[in-house]
C-alpha cells in the first residue's frame, strides 16, 4: 500500500498516475476534495480509499502492517497565504507527525519541500544537507519558512543521532509545471495561464521588471516538467537506499519571456506579450532568480535527463491543454 497525502493536487494526482501505470494497486489519497474540480484529479485512478486528513493516523494504525511508503505532497502551497497559523498547522506540524510515525513503525517517508527556501537566492541554492547551511537561508514568505522549518528540524534530529524511517527523503521542488493544477488557479504555472490566451491570439500580461539587473521577462526561474518530477519520486522508490534532502529542478534557469514564448510556439502562433507592474504586495518578496544544483541528485545515482522547456511545454499544451479532456 502506498499513501500518497495531498494525493488529488497536482504533483500528487500526477505520483498516482505512474504508480498505477506500474501496476499498483493499493493506492489511498489522503485529501480534501471540496467543491471544486479538484475530484478529476483523481478520476482516472483506481484507489483503495480516499481519507480526509484529519483521519489519517487513525487510517495508518489500522493498515501499517500494508504500508510500502508514504509520500507526502500535501501542504497549503500558496505562497500569498497570510494565516501563518494555519500554514504551521497543514505544512509544519502534520509533517512532523508524519515523520515521527514513520521512524516509529519503519515506514519510509518522502516528502515535498520547496526551493521557495531559499529566499532571494543571495545564499545560493546548494542543497548542502547540514544544519549550519540551512541556518544561512531566509524564505520570503510563510510558505517557504514552512518548508523551510521542517527541514531544520529534520536535519537537527538526524545530526543528533535520533531513529529515522527506513528511508527518508526531502524534495526541494522548483517551478513545476504539467497537467491536473487548474484546481490551483491563480497559483498555477504560468504554462496554464498563457495557454488560453495564446489559443485565442490574445496579448499575455508578464510582470515588468522592478531590478536594474532584469529586464522585463527577463526574471529567471528553474521551470521543471512534472514528468520529471516524477521519474525521480518513482527512482527513489526504486532505491531505497538513498536518502537526503535534494533539490528537484533541472538545473538550468529559463526566462519567464521564454516560458511564456514557448506557449504560442507550440500552437503554431507569434508570441504576444505585454508587461505589468509587479503588485506592491508582493514586490518586496519577488524573486528574480532560481536555479537548482543537481549535483547532490547526481552523485546519488539518478541518471535521467531533464526535459527541456520548450520539451515540456510542447507536450503540456498539445498533449493536455489543447485536449478535450486535459487531465492526466
Keep these: 500500500m502506498y499513501v500518497v497525502t495531498g494525493g488529488a493536487g497536482f504533483i500528487g494526482s500526477n505520483i498516482l498516475a505512474a504508480l498505477e501505470e506500474r501496476g499498483l494497486r493499493d493506492l489511498v489519497v489522503v485529501d480534501r476534495l471540496r467543491d471544486g474540480v479538484k475530484w478529476r484529479n483523481i478520476s482516472k485512478r483506481e484507489l483503495s480509499d480516499i481519507v480526509a486528513p484529519e483521519h489519517i493516523f487513525d487510517f495508518l494504525e489500522l493498515h501499517k502492517k500494508k504500508l510500502k511508503a508514504i509520500i507526502h505532497m500535501g501542504a497549503i502551497s500558496a505562497t500569498t497565504e497570510r494565516d501563518a497559523d494555519k500554514i504551521v498547522t497543514n505544512n509544519f506540524n502534520l509533517t512532523v507527525a508524519l515523520y515521527r510515525w514513520c521512524a516509529i513503525n519503519e515506514v519510509r517517508f518522502i516528502y515535498a519541500s520547496s526551493a521557495a527556501t531559499y529566499g532571494d537566492g543571495t545564499a545560493g541554492f546548494d542543497d548542502s544537507p547540514t544544519c ?43 517551478n513545476v509545471y504539467g497537467p491536473n493544477e487548474y484546481h490551483k488557479g491563480a497559483q498555477s504555472s504560468v504554462v496554464s495561464q498563457v495557454y488560453p490566451r495564446a489559443a485565442q491570439n490574445a496579448h499575455f500580461d508578464l510582470f515588468r521588471s522592478h531590478h536594474p539587473d532584469y529586464a522585463d521577462g527577463g526574471q ?107 487531465y492526466k
Excluded at 534532502?245 to 534557469?253: E, P, Y
Excluded at 521564454?258 to 506579450?273: C, E, F, Q, R, W
Excluded at 498533449?319 to 479532456?325: H, S
Aim: hydrophobic content about 40%.
Design 132 to 174: 549550519e547551511a540551512l541556518s544561512l537561508l531566509r524564505p520570503l514568505n510563510a510558505y517557504g519558512w514552512s518548508k523551510h522549518l521542517f527541514d531544520r528540524r529534520l536535519l537537527r534530529q538526524i545530526a543528533d543521532g535520533r531513529k529515522t524511517p527506513p528511508q527518508w527523503v526531502g524534495l526541494k521542488f522548483f
Design 220 to 326: 529567471l526561474r528553474d521551470f521543471i516538467w512534472v514528468g520529471d518530477v516524477v521519474n525521480v519520486i518513482m527512482w527513489m522508490l526504486d532505491t531505497p537506499s538513498v536518502s537526503g534532502l535534494f533539490n528537484l529542478g533541472t538545473g538550468k534557469a529559463r526566462t519567464f519571456l521564454d516560458l511564456a514564448s514557448a506557449v504560442y510556439h507550440s500552437l503554431g502562433k507569434t508570441p504576444n506579450i505585454r508587461f505589468v507592474d509587479t503588485p506592491v504586495s508582493i514586490r518586496d518578496k519577488y524573486q528574480y532568480f532560481t536555479e537548482a544544483r543537481m549535483d547532490r541528485l547526481r552523485q546519488a545515482g539518478y541518471t535521467g535527463a531533464f526535459t527541456s522547456l520548450e520539451d515540456g511545454v510542447q507536450q503540456y499544451v498539445q498533449g493536455f491543454l489543447a485536449q478535450p479532456d486535459p
